[in-house]
């Protein structure tokens, strides 16, 4: 990044910072987080301790969405002339790195936008992400945040009032959160979310909406199992049809297709038309209206579906091209999930069947800069080795190996689980090894302190980890 000589946005003093005025996508698949997060030329000021952002103006590039866009911030008050003497050879600078082939005709013509947040939505729509949808998202935090601020007693009058503001995004939030909350041993979030969320079902329109898609999965669920363990495929399309039949409404359903898509095949759509074509006129019109239906959400979830491992892909061929895969790998870890390693572990796959080497060397680096990224902290890993060990004289072995990691702040953290274990957060056959495990790395870590003539966890212990 380059260094420049720029003003304090606050006092007006000259400063040298690091800015950075081009952000391209196809050389930093990094560069397109840093936009979106608005974490980016942050300055801090020796004279008068300004810390935030400076407004630089930036050029923006995604070469696979052919996208150029200028941002000059309106506050520098540039003229005409010295943004063009700015963005002109920042372009060139984008040109130059592009074979000739992929310098496409967009690359002449910039578009310029006139606010931060416009170069956000951009950026997001070319994702497929609307400006509406990021709307209700933020609708719908503000509306979590008064939810969650609220006395109880006043919940059930917000959420009628909001009612037309409440859909299934909102549940699935709601849902997140408590998953979320109950991870990070956020009891009380929890159960205050979890009232939210009970009362929400109750007293909204989507609520009521879906409970009843709710109460229609937990039906369908008791109808397979009635059929046995396994049934065979003209059973199974028999009892989809029959259910379907008796109750064709949209609860029904959209429980049907998230719960039973793969088996909603030709065959079944012939069984239920054959049923429509056998019942009374209104009858069959309700069938095969609900046969229409059953279609279009199928679809929807395909579609879905095809969409989510796309951006999968996209995500992983970005990730194994940056030049420091591990900086790339550490910014996207917030949202790789189990999805995301199957699918690369199915493009590794791919790469070997075809014999790519070079695209496979790319995404087996990927998959071990992943790794490590995702492995526990050492000390994670050392409290579970603890737990797994023989005997005593292996947890000893292992405290002498790692006794850099035995310091009063791991003890406490193996004195709180202990202490979870005690109020049954934790499986109760967990606390007697606990409790032992507990006991000997407490033991340990005085010793060593005392050894040491009481500084603690110092360089000592540092030292005795790296001979180790
Ligand atoms: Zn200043």
Redesign the pocket.
């Known amino acids: 990044m380059p260094q420049m000589q720029i003003l304090?946005?606050?006092?007006?003093?000259p400063?040298v910072a690091e800015i950075k005025q081009l952000f391209d996508v196809g050389q930093d698949p990094a560069a397109k987080q840093e936009i979106l997060s608005g974490l980016f030329n942050i300055i801090q000021?020796?004279?008068?301790?300004?810390q935030g952002p400076y407004p630089a103006p930036l050029v923006y590039h995604d070469p696979a969405k052919e996208l150029l866009l200028v941002f000059v911030p309106p506050e520098l008050g540039l003229s005409q002339h010295e943004q063009e003497k700015f963005i002109g050879p920042l372009v060139q600078q984008i040109m130059r790195t592009l074979p000739a082939e992929q310098r496409k005709a967009y690359l002449l013509n910039p578009q310029q936008v006139l606010t931060l947040r416009s170069l956000q939505e951009r950026i997001l729509e070319a994702d497929g992400i609307t400006k509406e949808m990021l709307e209700a998202e933020e609708r719908r935090v503000k509306l979590l945040q008064r939810l969650l601020s609220a006395s109880e007693d006043s919940l059930v009058d917000i959420l009628k009032q909001e009612d037309e503001n409440i859909d299934v995004g909102f549940f699935r939030a709601v849902s997140q959160l408590i998953d979320a909350a109950r991870t990070g041993n956020d009891e009380v979030s929890a159960q205050r979310l979890e009232k939210v969320l009970e009362l929400a079902l109750e007293h909204t329109t989507a609520g009521r909406e879906q409970r009843a898609v709710i109460d229609a999965l937990k039906d369908l669920e008791k109808r397979l199992a009635a059929l046995g363990p396994r049934p065979t495929p003209q059973a199974l399309r028999t009892t989809l049809v029959d259910w379907v039949a008796e109750d064709p409404a949209e609860p029904r359903l959209q429980a049907l297709v998230a719960l039973a898509a793969p088996f909603l095949d030709y065959g079944f759509y012939q069984a239920l038309t054959e049923r429509a074509e056998q019942a009374s006129a209104e009858r069959r019109a309700a069938l095969e209206k609900a046969r229409d239906r059953l279609l279009e959400l199928s679809k929807q979830v395909e579609e879905a579906l095809q969409a989510a491992v796309q951006a999968v892909r996209e995500a992983i061929d970005r990730l194994s091209r940056a030049q420091d895969v591990r900086k790339a790998v550490q910014e996207a870890l917030p949202w790789i999930d189990q999805d995301f390693l199957a699918i690369l572990q199915d493009e590794i796959e791919q790469a070997r069947r075809r014999g790519d080497t070079h695209r496979l060397q790319r995404l087996e680096r990927l998959w071990q800069a992943l790794e490590e990224a995702l492995a526990p902290p050492p000390t994670v890993q050392l409290l579970d080795n603890l737990l797994r060990a023989q005997d005593k004289a292996e947890r000893e072995r292992l405290m002498e190996r790692h006794a850099a990691l035995i310091t009063p702040e791991f003890v406490q953290s193996v004195a709180q689980l202990l202490a979870q274990a005690e109020q049954g957060a934790l499986p109760s056959e967990l606390k007697p090894l606990l409790q032992t495990v507990y006991n000997e790395v407490a033991r340990f870590s005085m010793l060593q302190r005392l050894k040491q003539g009481g500084t603690g966890s110092g360089a000592g212990a540092a030292a005795q980890e790296k001979r180790a």
Not at 45 to 50: A, L, Q, R, S, W
């Open positions: 304090c946005p606050q006092c007006k003093q400063l000021c020796p004279h008068c301790g300004y």
